[in-house]
């Protein structure tokens, strides 16, 4: 998690916020940062990445698509967590979608790392 932080941190500072991401960076981004590290999930994010043109624009409700598909295909995902998801994506239906740039996607990125590392905090205590 430290190593993950640190990239984090290092993204922040070294790339312009404007930088839009493309789905393939998007992909890489999401493994590299370990918000995605099951081999069967990478294995399926990579396939996704493969079906899209290398220079395709990611976007907040491609993202939130992405992650609702790994979600649905991970064996630890609750019926939250499926609510949860069909929420979000309910809520952004009727919001025009927007592309994602480095500014928009490392916050999202670093509020997926907090989420999980308080996870496993909760899980070490237990």
């Known amino acids: 998690m430290i190593a993950e932080r640190q990239i984090l941190g290092l993204l922040k500072i070294v790339v312009p916020g404007e930088t839009s ?17 099951s081999p069967e999930l990478v294995k399926a994010m990579h396939l996704s990445a493969l079906l899209v043109p290398a220079a395709t624009p990611a976007t907040l409700k491609g993202l939130i698509q992405l992650l609702g598909g790994l979600m649905k295909m991970n064996p630890k995902s609750t019926k939250d967590h499926h609510d949860t998801i069909a929420k979000v994506t309910a809520s952004l239906a009727t919001s025009p979608d927007v592309p994602l740039t480095f500014g928009t996607f490392l916050p999202i990125c670093d509020a997926l790392l907090q989420k999980a590392s308080h996870h496993r905090g909760k899980h070490k205590t237990s």
């Open 21 to 37: 991401l493309s789905v393939a960076s998007e992909v890489a981004m999401l493994e590299i940062l370990g918000i995605v590290s």
